[in-house]
């Protein structure tokens, strides 16, 4: 397996670089590992799109998903990736890019980093979730923030930007207003990151077209 073609727009072609970077200098490429955890809520790691039967009939913006990680560079300077061993196999995870209009274009092979967090349900379980646009390139840029507040009237978010500092995410740069969460799309959905009461719970905030987003999609159960 090695790394697809990716857009220079790609928010984690940082993330990517600094892989590349790593694997370059001998170091190990994977750090994403490093982050998350049952503290934080969630964990990350990179996946590779399965050829196999797409869960939903018709395909929808479900995809099967094998943990892969990085083993180094081909003559190309691209990553070679491998199965992780003892990691996730034939997982079921939403690509929230595609969450609105249900399509199903992403091309078996190809790595992302998905982020597996606790579902609010009446029965939490973890789920997997990644953002992945069909066209390419996912916009000008993301950064990871905090969720400060809900604001039900006009359906979006307060969210903190904040940096990995000391093995702790802290605060970088003022607070943003009016974030919306594009992947609550259905009824019953608005203000899913709000919560669960007393949990801080953190997301990726993207921007594209100056516009910016959040885009945590709220799984659906079978």
């Known amino acids: 397996m090695r790394e697809d073609e990716r857009s220079l ?31 934080a809520g969630y964990e990350l790691y990179w996946a590779e799109l399965a050829d196999a039967t797409a869960p939903g009939d018709p395909p929808d913006e479900r995809y099967v998903v094998t943990e ?13 990736w491998e199965p992780a061993p003892g990691g996730r196999v034939n997982v079921t995870a939403w690509n929230v890019a595609e969450a609105v209009d249900r399509t199903h274009e992403l091309a078996a092979g190809r790595v992302v980093l998905v982020r597996e967090e606790l579902d609010q349900g009446s029965q939490p379980e973890f789920r997997a979730i990644f953002f992945c646009p069909a066209g390419g390139g996912g916009g000008g840029g993301s950064r990871m923030c905090r969720i400060e507040s ?36 259905q009824e019953g959905e608005e203000g899913y990151l709000s919560g669960p009461t007393g949990e801080t719970v953190y997301a990726r905030l993207y921007e594209e077209g100056g516009e910016r987003f959040l885009a945590v999609h709220p799984p659906r159960m079978p």
């Open 9 to 39: 727009a790609d928010p984690l072609d940082a993330v990517l670089s600094e892989v590349r970077r790593r694997l370059a200098s001998g170091r190990e490429g994977n750090f994403v590992a490093e982050l998350g955890g049952s503290e």
């Open 150 to 185: 809900y604001q039900a009237v006009s359906g979006t978010y307060t969210v903190q930007p904040v940096a990995w500092s000391g093995g702790a995410w802290a605060a970088d740069g003022s607070a943003i207003v009016g974030v919306a969460n594009v992947g609550e799309i």
């Open 68 to 80: 892969v990680r990085p083993v180094g560079l081909d003559g190309d300077g691209a990553i070679e």
